[in-house]
């Protein structure tokens, strides 16, 4: 962590952070006012968390980040920025899921470039698998929306396949469509710098069903 990070992470955590031990959030007395709720999984240095909370303040966002530097950047961030309505999880986002978010509870959940693993060997690790998605599945409510997006077009094949393969999950584009790149997600310094190098980006959008 820089010394910024390391400040930001003492200073803050106490006022913005959530605790895994805690149990189910009380999304009410976290935020302190009702509102459309947001996830993200894996917000990296928080660039598109914050983005997101700063052009929509009526909405309550929710990030879950394991990387301690990329929390500590973010309460950086939203302390400079004055964004008030981010709330963090600094714990493995299956945990959180599981413990912490009440079935039905999200409008939506945001999942942005993780780790594609890029090795044939390694793909069994990616997040985007069956069991997972049918976690997320139980804590959007219906109709919620689920987005993905990755740099890695292997990763976006096993993504359309995973969540094209399920009966709860429709694809808001046609069957097999990514989506075009909404305006709602930021364009980031990591996704700029992709397509200098000719990287693609794919994302997909699916509402739950049922």
Request: glycine share 10%; proline share 5%.
């Amino acid at each position: 962590m820089t010394a910024g990070q390391r400040q930001a992470y003492d200073a803050d955590w106490g006022k913005w952070g959530l605790r895994c031990k805690d149990g189910l959030l009380d999304t009410g007395a976290a935020f302190g006012r009702p509102g459309p709720l947001v996830l993200e999984i894996g917000f990296g240095m928080g660039q598109s968390l914050l983005q997101m909370a700063a052009k929509a303040p009526a909405t309550n966002f929710i990030g879950i980040e394991v990387h301690t530097p990329g929390v500590g950047k973010l309460l950086h961030d939203m302390d400079q920025q004055d964004i008030q309505n981010i709330r963090i999880y600094r714990h493995d986002a299956v945990e959180v899921l599981h413990d912490c978010i009440a079935e039905a509870s999200l409008d939506s959940l945001q999942i942005f470039f993780p780790d594609p693993w890029h090795k044939t060997r390694h793909h069994k690790r990616r997040l985007i698998q069956p069991d997972f998605v049918a976690l997320l599945h139980t804590r959007l409510k219906p109709g919620g929306l689920l987005h993905l997006a990755t740099d890695w077009e292997n990763y976006a094949q096993q993504m359309m396949n995973v969540l094209s393969a399920t009966n709860t999950f429709t694809n808001t584009c046609r069957t097999g469509q990514y989506a075009p790149r909404p305006i709602s997600r930021p364009h980031t310094k990591f996704e700029k710098r992709g397509e200098r190098l000719g990287h693609g980006v794919w994302d997909l959008l699916f509402t739950r069903t049922s």
